[in-house]
């Protein structure tokens, strides 16, 4: 073991270095089926925002996953590096919006993406609950610690961490995995994600981290919209798509979820991106007129099921996000879960 600047002891693996100024996060695999495997731990699938966190002097910076600076959005978490014993540190976890019951909801959350006047920022702090959910730890005081086994980097975590009001350290079960996916199922949550016990941290996806959800989501393109109808306002849906193989694939239009602030809102933000052609690669056809927009502003939805045709069915809109590019929002291939649990085994064995 080799030992932080404050005596604290590091886990194998770990190197000296200067405290990285850029971190891409790790993200996970989609599979189809929740399973149990000692050799796994299982966290709970965080509603919100993914957030890499960097503390130095005292003071907390919030990175998107696309590298977006997001520390100004939430000056509720300004202080929380005095719930951290560390002097330079780099956090990984996910931004929420929390409901009367503490339980993550995106939707709350959509009312602080993008802000960028204080004043709107500070009024919308008072009346929503947001905190920090930490669940892994990438450096500490001079030691980069990704190339250390994910149950040690968990545990230095949980040493260094003092959980408040607005930053959380995000627990785990160990080889429990479907008791934990009726728990978040029953919520509801939206998934859960299982992580191997000796993964180390790539910045990439990985087969190392797997997600199960509960609730189908996805995040799509915005390629336009349709005239509103009776005493609609704005727009009546948007027309939206996924990726494949470098082509926008048209998948639905979503008309519910939206209020007459957010049908505003996302109208505004259409209106520079106006265009005579239309970016799917083939037309769809809708029931009203459309106005087609350059594939720019990225949309969360949640829908009930995935058609034959490769279409979402019953699309409802939950929020816009700034934390995806429009280009890395593709078709999410689920994959089988036995088949993925047997290649991570045979690999650990070399």
Same mark, same amino acid.
């Given at each position: 073991?080799?030992k $932080? $600047?404050?005596? %604290?002891? +590091?886990?194998?693996?770990?190197?000296?270095i200067?405290?990285?100024n850029?971190?891409k996060p790790?993200?996970a695999?989609?599979?189809d089926?929740?399973?149990?495997?000692?050799?796994?731990?299982?966290?709970? *699938?965080w509603?919100?925002?993914?957030?890499?966190c960097?503390?130095?002097?005292?003071?907390?910076r919030?990175?998107?996953r696309?590298?977006?600076?997001?520390?100004?959005?939430?000056?509720?978490?300004?202080?929380?590096?005095?719930s951290?014993?560390?002097?330079? +540190?780099?956090?990984?976890?996910?931004?929420v919006a929390?409901?009367?019951?503490?339980?993550?909801?995106?939707?709350?959350?959509?009312?602080r993406?993008? /802000? *960028?006047?204080?004043?709107? #920022?500070q009024?919308?702090?008072?009346s929503?609950?947001?905190?920090?959910?930490v669940?892994?730890?990438?450096?500490?005081?001079?030691?980069?610690?990704?190339?250390c086994?994910? #149950?040690? /980097?968990?545990a230095s975590l949980?040493?260094?961490?003092?959980?408040?009001k607005?930053?959380?350290?995000?627990?785990?079960?160990?080889?429990?995995?479907?008791?934990?996916f009726?728990?978040?199922?029953? !919520?509801?949550?939206?998934?859960?994600?299982?992580?191997?016990?000796?993964?180390?941290?790539?910045q990439?996806?990985?087969?190392?981290?797997?997600k199960?959800k509960?609730?189908q989501q996805?995040?799509? !393109?915005v390629?336009?919209?349709?005239?509103?109808r009776?005493? %609609?306002e704005?727009?009546? $849906?948007l027309?939206v798509g996924l990726?494949?193989d470098?082509?926008?694939?048209? +998948?639905a239009h979503t008309g519910?979820?939206?209020?007459?602030?957010t049908? $505003?809102?996302?109208?505004?933000?259409?209106?520079?991106?106006?265009t005579?052609?239309?970016?799917?690669?083939?037309?769809?056809?809708t029931?009203?007129p459309?106005?087609w !927009? *350059?594939p %720019?502003?990225?949309?969360? !939805?949640k829908?009930?099921e995935?058609t034959a045709?490769a279409?979402?069915?019953?699309p409802?809109?939950?929020g816009?996000?700034?934390?995806k590019?429009?280009?890395?929002?593709?078709?999410?291939i689920? /994959?089988d879960t036995e088949?993925v649990?047997?290649?991570?085994?045979? *690999?650990?064995k070399?």
């Amino acid at each position: 073991m080799a030992k $932080a $600047a404050n005596s %604290r002891e +590091v886990c194998q693996g770990a190197k000296r270095i200067a405290m990285p100024n850029l971190i891409k996060p790790m993200l996970a695999t989609l599979v189809d089926e929740p399973f149990s495997n000692p050799d796994w731990l299982y966290e709970t *699938k965080w509603d919100g925002v993914r957030a890499v966190c960097f503390i130095s002097r005292g003071k907390a910076r919030f990175i998107s996953r696309n590298q977006i600076e997001m520390t100004a959005q939430y000056p509720e978490l300004a202080d929380i590096a005095q719930s951290i014993r560390g002097s330079s +540190v780099i956090l990984d976890g996910e931004i929420v919006a929390l409901d009367e019951n503490g339980v993550s909801r995106f939707q709350l959350l959509q009312r602080r993406l993008g /802000r *960028k006047n204080a004043g709107d #920022i500070q009024r919308l702090a008072a009346s929503t609950r947001i905190g920090f959910y930490v669940f892994d730890l990438l450096y500490l005081d001079g030691f980069d610690l990704m190339g250390c086994k994910l #149950i040690d /980097r968990k545990a230095s975590l949980e040493a260094i961490l003092q959980s408040s009001k607005n930053i959380r350290y995000s627990d785990h079960i160990i080889g429990e995995g479907e008791k934990l996916f009726q728990e978040v199922a029953k !919520v509801p949550l939206e998934g859960m994600i299982a992580k191997r016990l000796e993964s180390t941290y790539a910045q990439r996806r990985s087969p190392e981290w797997l997600k199960v959800k509960t609730i189908q989501q996805s995040e799509v !393109v915005v390629g336009g919209y349709t005239k509103p109808r009776n005493s %609609r306002e704005y727009f009546g $849906a948007l027309v939206v798509g996924l990726y494949r193989d470098g082509k926008l694939h048209y +998948v639905a239009h979503t008309g519910g979820g939206f209020n007459h602030q957010t049908l $505003a809102q996302i109208y505004k933000l259409m209106q520079p991106l106006k265009t005579k052609d239309c970016s799917f690669i083939d037309k769809p056809k809708t029931n009203e007129p459309v106005q087609w !927009v *350059k594939p %720019r502003l990225v949309a969360q !939805v949640k829908f009930s099921e995935w058609t034959a045709d490769a279409r979402m069915r019953h699309p409802v809109f939950l929020g816009l996000r700034e934390d995806k590019k429009a280009e890395h929002c593709v078709f999410e291939i689920k /994959r089988d879960t036995e088949q993925v649990l047997s290649k991570a085994a045979r *690999k650990s064995k070399r």
